[in-house]
């Protein structure tokens, strides 16, 4: 049986890439390198002490050729972009869509060039990148979602994951054989660390209804008691269910808005909070992998015999394509999960059953809940019906 669904084994961090996205084309390095070097160049000219006319047009000449052969480079990622074939975040916007100083930079510059002759040369290889990079941001707008996962992964690579692994390894060594629980509580607390470096800082603002779903008092019993959870803590984790959402006791991220969030505001993020987004995903990337493997282990086995009570009736969900002695093997296997796992584990291994087709979970939680007591569920704390509610997952 495939346990593992389809859409976690896509969240472990190389998924976009082994769908078929490579490596970014070898010119956008420069570009996206030009492109800082020209706002770079312009910072400082607005900052230059030197009066002589002569030394300043010689400046200002290099900047107008660099900025000749970004708008030469442009029209051809243009395309690209239109294409799908990749998609970049550059240090210059046109300020439509964050707060830009260059335009102001350049205006001085051209102010500064009045009267010499290479201030119209200047003056339209100003206006003609801005155009072109107002056209860049309208194909973006349009752009598949899977690019914006493929550039989250292809950003993600130029990180190295030495670091975090061995914390990870630390980690586990301290916390010798650690079971599923212990690994949540390691979950929410790498979550929460990202998130008090303000990496949610330019989501979307949550409502109130999103800041009152924010479990304050479910986390608390995952982090350490002495955490820091003030400010606006709250606010971000309300922001950051928006990129996730849960498969049993693992976040799944959604890569695609994810990553559309860390393109839009790339140069937006500080240094820190960049390393803090990728070292985030590869720590999650190795925790859920340690989940998986203590699941696969935890699973009921299928050689296991049960016998049955002559008047025993088969589980009530089975799927209806399925017959003869398999409706009864099936029927173990649940009476197994029942009495030996959580409601978390339950509820994503009936989920996982019902995607390949050999139970059909009912619509309403209480009736699920009622045959798999009568298939042996304790209902002592832990294993409420509210509390299985809150798991519980159909097709």
């Not at 990622?77 to 970049?88: G, T």
């Not at 690994?183 to 949550?206: F, H, I, S």
């Not at 720590?283 to 016998?307: G, W």
């Given at each position: 049986m495939h346990y593992t669904t389809n859409e976690i084994e896509r969240s472990q961090r190389r998924g976009a890439l082994t769908a078929g996205c490579g490596d970014a084309p070898k010119y956008l390095t420069e570009l996206k390198n030009n492109i800082s070097l020209v706002r770079e160049i312009a910072s400082q000219y607005c900052t230059l002490t030197i009066k002589d006319k002569n030394t300043r047009v010689y400046f200002v000449a290099y900047f107008t050729r660099l900025l000749k052969k970004v708008n030469g480079m442009l029209p051809g990622y243009i395309e690209d972009l239109k294409q799908s074939q990749c998609i970049e975040a550059f240090s210059i916007s046109t300020g439509q869509y964050r707060k830009e100083e260059f335009w102001q930079w350049c205006d001085w510059i051209c102010s500064d060039m009045e009267?010499?002759?290479?201030?119209?040369?200047?003056?339209?290889?100003?206006?003609?990148?801005?155009?072109?990079?107002?056209?860049?941001?309208?194909?973006?707008?349009?752009?598949?979602?899977?690019?914006?996962?493929?550039?989250?992964?292809?950003?993600?690579?130029?990180?190295?994951?030495?670091?975090?692994?061995?914390?990870?390894?630390r980690w586990m060594y301290d916390n010798m054989a650690p079971d599923i629980e212990k690994l949540r509580e390691l979950q929410a607390l790498v979550v929460a660390d990202a998130l008090k470096l303000g990496v949610m800082d330019y989501a979307p603002a949550p409502s109130y209804q999103e800041i009152e779903e924010v479990k304050v008092d479910y986390l608390k019993k995952l982090l350490p008691w002495d955490y820091d959870m003030s400010g606006d803590f709250t606010k971000s984790c309300a922001r950051w269910r928006k990129f996730f959402h849960w498969e049993g006791t693992i976040l799944v991220i959604n890569y695609k808005k994810y990553g559309k969030y860390i393109q839009n505001h790339y140069y937006d993020f500080s240094d820190e909070q960049l390393q803090a987004i990728f070292e985030l995903d590869m720590m999650l990337y190795l925790i859920h992998k340690e989940m998986q493997k203590l699941m696969a282990t935890e699973l009921p086995s299928e050689n296991v015999v049960i016998n049955h009570k002559p008047d025993e009736e088969p589980f009530k969900f089975i799927h209806p394509s399925i017959c003869g002695e398999e409706v009864w093997l099936i029927h173990d296997e649940v009476k197994r999960l029942v009495t030996h796992h959580g409601i978390q584990e339950i509820c994503q291994y009936l989920y996982q059953m019902a995607?390949?087709?050999?139970?059909?979970?009912?619509?309403?939680?209480?009736?699920?809940?009622?045959?798999?007591?009568?298939?042996?569920?304790?209902?002592?704390?832990?294993?409420?019906?509210k509390y299985f509610k809150n798991h519980y997952r159909i097709i």
């Amino acid at each position: 049986m495939h346990y593992t669904t389809n859409e976690i084994e896509r969240s472990q961090r190389r998924g976009a890439l082994t769908a078929g996205c490579g490596d970014a084309p070898k010119y956008l390095t420069e570009l996206k390198n030009n492109i800082s070097l020209v706002r770079e160049i312009a910072s400082q000219y607005c900052t230059l002490t030197i009066k002589d006319k002569n030394t300043r047009v010689y400046f200002v000449a290099y900047f107008t050729r660099l900025l000749k052969k970004v708008n030469g480079m442009l029209p051809g990622y243009i395309e690209d972009l239109k294409q799908s074939q990749c998609i970049e975040a550059f240090s210059i916007s046109t300020g439509q869509y964050r707060k830009e100083e260059f335009w102001q930079w350049c205006d001085w510059i051209c102010s500064d060039m009045e009267g010499q002759k290479i201030y119209e040369y200047l003056k339209q290889n100003v206006d003609r990148l801005k155009a072109l990079l107002l056209e860049a941001e309208i194909a973006t707008i349009q752009c598949k979602p899977e690019l914006y996962e493929k550039f989250f992964f292809n950003e993600e690579l130029q990180y190295t994951n030495d670091g975090v692994r061995k914390k990870f390894e630390r980690w586990m060594y301290d916390n010798m054989a650690p079971d599923i629980e212990k690994l949540r509580e390691l979950q929410a607390l790498v979550v929460a660390d990202a998130l008090k470096l303000g990496v949610m800082d330019y989501a979307p603002a949550p409502s109130y209804q999103e800041i009152e779903e924010v479990k304050v008092d479910y986390l608390k019993k995952l982090l350490p008691w002495d955490y820091d959870m003030s400010g606006d803590f709250t606010k971000s984790c309300a922001r950051w269910r928006k990129f996730f959402h849960w498969e049993g006791t693992i976040l799944v991220i959604n890569y695609k808005k994810y990553g559309k969030y860390i393109q839009n505001h790339y140069y937006d993020f500080s240094d820190e909070q960049l390393q803090a987004i990728f070292e985030l995903d590869m720590m999650l990337y190795l925790i859920h992998k340690e989940m998986q493997k203590l699941m696969a282990t935890e699973l009921p086995s299928e050689n296991v015999v049960i016998n049955h009570k002559p008047d025993e009736e088969p589980f009530k969900f089975i799927h209806p394509s399925i017959c003869g002695e398999e409706v009864w093997l099936i029927h173990d296997e649940v009476k197994r999960l029942v009495t030996h796992h959580g409601i978390q584990e339950i509820c994503q291994y009936l989920y996982q059953m019902a995607k390949d087709k050999r139970i059909l979970l009912p619509q309403m939680p209480s009736a699920a809940y009622a045959e798999l007591v009568r298939m042996g569920m304790p209902t002592t704390a832990g294993f409420s019906e509210k509390y299985f509610k809150n798991h519980y997952r159909i097709i």
